[in-house]
């Protein structure tokens, strides 16, 4: 039987064609860059030259959760690191497995049911952290590190705010750090590049306004005017999901600000109690 793709997966697979970009992260903007679609590529292979360069010295085995297409995984292959990877969405699955070839092993499923025997010197998180609850990942990945290893996360968090936010997503920053401090864990480094990476939502807003809301609001006069039964069919079942979506895309309230405001997008090196010393 078929897998079920879930509305997120697609939305990558159509968002990195439409950006004609390979990466699926937020870009690292440095002052003075030019934020445009055109710019997005350069900004986000700068954003995966960051996040290579916060892996410590003497890692050899790294295991990528939610690898995505597999971009950043064929960067540390690379880069002469062994990899393997978690991937429980199974489009994104097949991309990477074209991607990275038949000698990477890619474990098509979640980390809470990865069955395997293996250790690794780090594991890595690219965006996939806000998926899985810290209750569930900070102890599994214990289970999965060496004795001496890392834990290489870089995600956006939320921020206690008031009022509602067109930009979900993100474990809350203050309930991390305290659920953090349960475990055995030593945090060496932890660098806010929320000013980095929210010029990303400049580029979407941009998108939005010049291309989707166009079409989105001459698809809506279309119906309205030459399926009317249809919209008056349709409306008492789709109402409530219209005017999210509205919300949430159209509203023009997922902006670099509100990103800034609503969100802490970080990048931490987490080491088990006791490694390098």
């Known amino acids: 039987m078929a897998h079920k ?12 064609r439409l950006l004609k970009t390979e990466d699926l992260h937020y870009g690292y903007w440095v002052p003075g860059q030019e934020v445009t679609l055109r710019n997005l590529p350069a900004a986000q292979t700068a954003h995966s030259d960051y996040l290579l360069s916060k892996i410590p010295a003497g890692v050899k085995t790294i295991l990528d959760v939610g690898c995505g297409t597999g971009h950043v995984a064929q960067l540390l292959l690379q880069r002469g690191y062994e990899v393997e990877c978690v991937s429980p969405a199974p489009l994104l699955t097949e991309v990477a497995r074209k991607r990275l070839g038949p000698d990477v092993t890619i474990y ?4 809470e049911a990865l069955d395997t025997a293996s250790t690794y010197d780090l594991v890595l998180f690219s965006e996939s952290f806000q998926y899985i609850s810290p209750d569930e990942s900070l102890p599994r990945v214990l289970e999965l590190l060496n004795p001496d290893g890392h834990l290489l996360l870089c995600d956006f968090f939320a921020l206690p705010s008031d009022g509602d936010s067109a930009l979900s997503g993100g474990h809350p920053l203050d ?4 659920t953090l401090a349960t475990y055995p864990y030593v945090l060496t ?3 806010d590049i929320t000013a980095q990476t929210a010029p990303n939502l400049q580029v979407i ?10 079409v989105w609001e001459t698809l809506a006069y279309y119906f309205r005017t030459n399926k009317p039964w249809l ?15 509205e919300f949430k895309y159209f509203s023009r309230s997922r902006t670099a600000e509100a990103f800034i ?17």
Do not use: N, Q, W
């Open 189 to 191: 480094f932890d660098e």
């Open 205 to 214: 807003d941009d998108m939005l306004r010049d291309y989707f809301i166009p």
């Open 5 to 16: 793709v879930s509305s997120r997966e697609l939305g990558l697979i159509l968002g990195a």
């Open 231 to 245: 919209v008056r069919l349709l409306r008492p079942f789709l109402r409530k999901r219209i005017e999210k979506l």
């Open 261 to 277: 405001r609503h969100k802490s997008y970080r990048c931490m090196l987490l080491s088990r109690s006791g490694a390098g010393s």
């Open 108 to 111: 098509p499923t979640t980390l």
């Open 175 to 178: 309930r991390f750090y305290t």
